[in-house]
Every structure is written in C-alpha cells, then in structure tokens.
C-alpha cells in the first residue's frame, strides 16, 4: 500500500473510560481460636457466622484483606437438653492475596464468604461463675477459696477448638481514559477488522461522609458503656441527575453496664439514614456500586437522665457510577501501521433479574396478636451456577419477625425464620466459567393469621434476584494510525460544566479549530451535556 493510498485515510476515534482488570485471585485463609462455652454441651447445633467491615488495601503485587468475624453458636446443653446461645467476642482477621502488577492507588473489590466452621471439643473445665477463668482452672485456689469463706456454685465449662475457613476473592482494576479508534474512512472496510466491545465505562466516582445522630434509651439507668457494635443493613442506592441518592440502616448493640447491679446488659438500635453524594455525569438508570463502612460511633450517656444517651455515628460511603456501553473497536488495519494498546476488561454477556415467592407456614413461639412491623431479611448461603444461557442461584432467606403477643402486655418478641430458594435466570450467552454477581433483595412481604390457632403464621414474600454475568478478556485495539500528517479526529462527550474553550485546552487544539471542526453547532457559547464534538487532531508521522 503506497503512501497515495492513506491520502484519503482518516481514524475516527472515541474516548473509552472503563475499568482495566490488572488481575485477580482468590486464597483461603484459616482462622483457628479456642472458644469456652458455659456448661456441659451434649452437641453444637448450630453456627451463624458472619462477616463484618471487609475491606481491602492494595500494596505492591498483593492486596491485604481484613475483616470482623462474628459468630453466635448455638449449643444443646446436656443437662437440660435446651438449645442455647452463645455469642463469641469479634474476631479481626488479616490476609495477604498475591496479585502480581497491583500497586498501591489501584481500585480494588474484595468478596469475601465463610466456607467451612468446625468445631473439635478439647475438655471440660471447672469453673466459678463469679470468678476469672485463670482462677477457676486452678484447683488449689478452690480449697484456698473454699477456706476462707468463699462458697461459689461451681460449673463446668466445655472448651472447644474453633476452626473457620475464609474464602477470599480479590480483582485489582485502574480506572483508564484512552482514545480507541471505532471507524476508518476511506479504505476497504474488508481490511478493517473489529470487535464488539461491551464494557462498563466510568461515569465518575466520589466519597461523602454522613452523620448520624439519635437519642438512645437504655430502658434503666447505666453506669458506663462498654462497647459498640455497629454494622450497616439494606443499603440501596439510586442515581439521578448528577447525584447518588444513598439510603440505608445503621444497627447498632449498645453493651452497657447497669447502675443497679453493674450487670452488663445490651440495647439495639436501628435509623435509617439517607445521603446525597455529588458526582457530575450520573444519571436514571446508571450502574451504581456503593461501598459504606462505620469509621466512628460513640454513645455518651446523659449526665442529668442515665436512661438515656446520645450516639454520633460517621459513615463513609464511596460510590461509583458506570454505563453498560457496546462499542466496535478496531483490532487491526491490513497494510496501515497502527499504534496498539492492549485492554484486559470484564465484558458484559448479559444481565437480567428474576422475581420469585417464597411462601412458607411458621410457627411463632407465642399466640400473636398483630404483626409488629416489617421483619429484618438477610440473604445467607448465596451459591451460584452458570449453566448454557442460564444462571442458577441458590440461596437462604433469613427473617427476624417481630410480633406483639397476646395478653394484657402488649409485649412484643421476635423469632427467626430460614428459607432456601432457588431461582433460574435466563441470560443468553452465558456459560460455564463466566463470572457472575448477584444482587438478591426483598421487595415485599405479607403475614395472614390463622383464627383458629394464633400462633400460626402464613408468610408471602417476594424478591427480586438481579445477576449480571461478565467474561474477561484480552484485547488488542488500535489507538493511533501512522499514515503521514494527514489529520485525524476524537469524538468526546460533554460533560457537565465543559465549554468549548475548556475542552480545546484540555486536548491542545485551537479554540477555532475546534469550532471549525464542529460546524453543526450554531452556537459556540451553548453545548450542552451528552453533546458528541468531533476534537480534530494531527497523527503522529
């Protein structure tokens, strides 16, 4: 191909912002702990472990994951053969994933889930139940104790070996802008070849703060507070026009210690709180991820009332916004040289969502007069499989119904209720292998009672399972034709606040060359956001 034949040559490109995939890899880690429990224990029925504050932190070619782990166990005691249940304290753990080219400014998503709790029984141990445990395992301190008077009820404890397995997945990404080239003029369109691209393009992102303030009841008077749980349930986000509306519920257990009988004792408090956060280019229907965490909570009890307190809470949430886009990008130009970049990104397959009922008949542990609000729903247990167009999710509807109990005092109690679903989710293209995230939330539930037996309950809730499936893949895009000084353009989108004196700086061209570029536009003075200018440009030779 001669140099006549590029005269008529031109590169038309677009500004691509997607998220570069730098790698990923997942790890497992063990968290090993001895763990007392009170009493004989003929077996341990049960363990709702949870993960709490995941986060991670890339360092150079590895991400460092840490996290909370919180576990309740639920024992059968072999006394009396009651299920009972223990809370074991908070365990942070730390674990370092390899993911060689990550360095540190690198975005980062952490997905963490609980593979496998065990436990081994090691032995019994004595002990006084208003005593440390170092002074009840020691068995000549009992007779010294006894001597002078002291006549503790002794008990047994059962010390048992916990062993929880972490499975932990990390994909590091750089958010880049790069001019791909999309069409080319003026030669054999047999000669161009290009690939459809279907990627999640940056819109922007951004970081608020919000403060949540609350009055707390303690229900008596307390002396001192001990410590604050605090975790973040049910956030949902919605983008609109250059914003992200975030809302969401801040739960707390406040533990206490009463000034009656220095007895510690626990409140929960739920609010609800909504924020704003500003992020120019956003818009209805726009992707949205959002990323919260608690970085400060503290409860000061009221000096003049100690049944009361105030809590100030600091939430931090980033929020990320993305387009779904399709684009045909060149791959190659036969016989032109090129400038190529390679583009390592999860392309989209597909996304769809699902509705499904799950309709069950519980049983609740006291006649029920009315329902007591809305329950607390989580989703536990998430499997997912990819099959040939199809997506199989697998999951746990958990519920904690408040109820309020026949009889003079309107008391009101709670109880918990597990489902398991299935949903099928048509996705055309996918197969086994693709990666697949899944969004699952409650979008209504109902309670019919039974008249004849008020401790019956008829429950209908429906949820909605949104899954989106995405593949990665490793491309090469031309970025640049060298064919001689024979100009070529960019095609930009306008932003919010751009004018056209502040795009010809931000690409180095002549303010009148860019409106000459864009005779289209009557007004040089109004552009609006959404607008396509053509950013003329000179190939390099």
Not at 111 to 129: L, M, Q
Not at 234 to 239: D, S
């Amino acid at each position: 191909m001669g140099k006549d034949e590029f005269k008529g040559l031109k590169c038309i490109t677009d500004l691509l912002k997607v998220e570069q995939v730098v790698g990923e890899n997942a790890s497992q880690t063990s968290v090993i702990r001895d763990v007392i429990l009170p009493g004989k224990v003929r077996k341990i029925a049960e363990v709702d472990t949870k993960l709490q504050n995941v986060s991670g932190r890339v360092i150079e070619n590895k991400v460092v994951v840490e996290g909370v782990i919180h576990k309740q166990i639920f024992y059968v005691e072999e006394e009396s053969g009651q299920l009972k249940e223990f809370t074991v304290d908070d365990e942070r753990f730390v674990h370092f994933v390899d993911v060689p080219g990550a360095m540190p400014g690198m975005n980062v998503q952490v997905h963490a889930r609980v593979e496998f709790v065990g436990h081994d029984f090691i032995r019994e141990e004595k002990a006084y139940r208003d005593e440390p445990d170092d002074i009840a395992d020691d068995i000549a301190i009992e007779d010294d104790l006894e001597s002078q008077g002291f006549h503790k009820k002794k008990k047994v404890n059962s010390l048992f070996r916990q062993t929880v397995i972490l499975e932990i997945f990390v994909k590091v990404t750089e958010s880049i802008q790069l001019d791909v080239v999309v069409d080319v003029k003026g030669i054999d369109k047999r000669k161009v070849k290009t690939e459809l691209l279907k990627v999640e393009s940056v819109v922007g992102e951004n970081a608020a703060q919000v403060a949540v303030h609350s009055e707390i009841d303690f229900g008596r008077p307390a002396r001192k507070i001990k410590n604050v749980d605090a975790e973040i349930k049910h956030i949902t986000a919605r983008p609109i026009e250059n914003k992200v509306i975030v809302e969401g519920i801040l739960h707390k257990q406040i533990f206490f210690v009463s000034a009656e009988d220095d007895v510690v004792l626990e409140v929960s408090v739920d609010e609800k709180f909504t924020h704003f956060i500003d992020l120019p280019g956003a818009f209805p229907g726009a992707n949205v991820q959002v990323h919260p965490r608690v970085e400060y909570v503290d409860v000061d009890i009221d000096a003049k009332d100690p049944t009361r307190g105030k809590q100030t809470a600091i939430i931090d949430i980033f929020a990320k916004v993305t387009e779904t886009v399709q684009a045909d990008v060149v791959t190659d130009i036969k016989d032109v040289p090129t400038e190529k970049e390679l583009l390592k990104v999860a392309q989209v397959i597909g996304e769809g969502s699902k509705q499904h009922n799950v309709v069950a008949d519980l049983t609740a542990p006291a006649p029920v007069r009315k329902m007591a609000g809305p329950p607390d729903t989580r989703f536990e247990n998430i499997e997912v499989k990819v099959i040939e167009d199809k997506v199989i999710v697998e999951a746990d509807l958990v519920k904690s119904i408040f109820f309020v109990r026949e009889g003079d005092v309107p008391k009101v109690m709670e109880f918990e209720a597990r489902e398991h679903f299935t949903v099928f989710v048509d996705i055309p293209g996918a197969k086994p292998g693709n990666v697949v995230q899944v969004y699952p939330r409650v979008e209504y539930t109902d309670f019919d009672l039974d008249h004849h037996d008020p401790r019956q309950i008829r429950q209908t809730t429906v949820i909605e399972v949104f899954v989106k499936v995405t593949e990665f893949v490793q491309l090469e895009v031309v970025v640049g034709c060298h064919v001689g000084p024979k100009p070529s353009v960019t095609v930009y989108v306008v932003q919010p606040g751009d004018t056209l004196f502040k795009i010809a700086q931000r690409f180095g061209v002549s303010l009148d060359d860019l409106i000459a570029a864009n005779p289209d536009i009557s007004d040089p003075n109004l552009i609006f956001p959404g607008q396509k200018i053509i950013i003329p440009r000179r190939l390099r030779s």
